[in-house]
């Protein structure tokens, strides 16, 4: 399912992606959706370093996952 969003862009990446678009020969949708999905696998990644400081910082811990079993009745 696809969900239309309406969005504002710098007029210079706007140009750019017109760019591209024309010369890939690819709708301007089909290229955010792409760099927004490898954008969102940086933010993974960034995410997952951020929560391993916590860890190692004190500021997070972990849990077990027989203790969050058993309060969950599983």
Request: hydrophobic share 50%; glycine share 0%; charged share 30%.
């Given at each position: 399912m696809q969900v239309r969003h309406n969005i504002t862009l710098d007029e210079d990446v706007s140009k750019e992606l017109d760019t591209m678009a024309k010369e890939l020969g690819e709708k301007?949708?089909?290229?955010?959706e792409k760099?927004?999905?490898?954008?969102?696998?940086?933010?993974?990644?960034?995410?997952?370093?951020?929560r391993m400081k916590d860890l190692e910082e004190g500021r997070d811990k972990l849990i077990d996952a027989e203790e969050v079993w058993k309060d969950l009745g599983i």
């Open positions: 301007k949708s089909k290229i955010i760099a927004l999905t490898v954008y969102f696998d940086l933010l993974d990644h960034k995410l997952a370093i951020k």
